[in-house]
């Protein structure tokens, strides 16, 4: 990794009096091969349970994606850390392309949980944050023993349908498309304020090098890079994988929806019949109060 890497950082004030979102903002600058560039995360209350919730989100969201599902996790007593990756939210933006691989933001979320030392973690994954976030329980069983999964999928070298085969030229035809119009066409009835909160950490297309990058490095041919931690994670989660699933599907979604989803519930061992939910798409976290209160409940919220 270049020793410096030039990136922009989103002004603070993009972030102030955003809809439904009061939470405390955290920083770190010095993650191991990731040194001056500063992560932002969520870190809500120390646990009574001992139990950490990780929260990843993916394209072109940040955590504020999670602002539904943490009041939940939190009264439950369980502790709350949802970091924004490198490009998105508050964390700081690298503006080359290029920067931007599977193992860059994997590796970035490796040494984000060892950093923290987080203990006892229900993972909660959707989009991007599955895809790099499934193949990290194989590496941290000791660390990691419940999984919340919604719209996502593993990069095992294949695309995922033609929906993404579309999404994917999309944003290659437009790289700059807007934020919030995206967002409110994806979720019927999101109000102007929250969809203007999604675009709040791009000011320009100088910040957008991030969000513009991932659907061209989904793991979708045999030879791209994070097909072998993918297809690794899959048998992991398929043979060796003992923790507790909780899956939820938004049945709206024309990319990662339900034949992708039911597909990957067969791929995680002893995952229950998912959650099933008729009217939310891609984005499941707007709908994430109830699937945050369903998993807590089928986990028994030890």
Known sequence: MPAKIEALRTPDDRFSGLSGYAFAPHYLDDLP????????????????????????????TWCYLYRKMIPVFTAAGHRVVAP????????DKPVDDAVYTFNFHRSMLMRFIEKLDLQRV?????????????????????????????????????????????????????PDFEIAGMMKRSVPGMSDEEAAAYAAPFPDTRY????????????VSPGMEGVDHSLRAAQFLREDWNGRTFMAIGMQDPVLGPPVMH??????????????LPEAGHFVQEHGQVVAERALASFGDD
Request: charged share 20%; glycine share 14%.
């Open 84 to 91: 924004d990756l490198l490009g998105f939210g508050r964390s």
């Open 263 to 276: 597909a990957l519930a067969k791929t995680i061992r002893n995952c229950p019949a998912p959650l099933e």
């Open 122 to 174: 229900t993972l909660v994954v959707q989009d991007w944050g599955g895809l790099l976030g499934l193949t990290l329980p194989m590496e941290y069983p000791e660390r990691i023993d419940r999984l919340i999964v919604m719209n996502t999928g593993l990069g095992i070298g294949r695309s995922p349908g033609p929906g993404f085969d579309a999404w994917k030229a999309f944003v290659a035809a437009k």
């Open 208 to 219: 957008r090098a991030g969000a513009r990058r991932f659907p061209a490095i989904v793991p």
């Open 33 to 60: 091969g990731y040194e001056g560039l500063r992560l932002h995360y969520l870190d809500e209350q120390p646990s009574p349970t001992g139990r950490t919730v990780l929260c990843l989100h993916g394209q072109p």
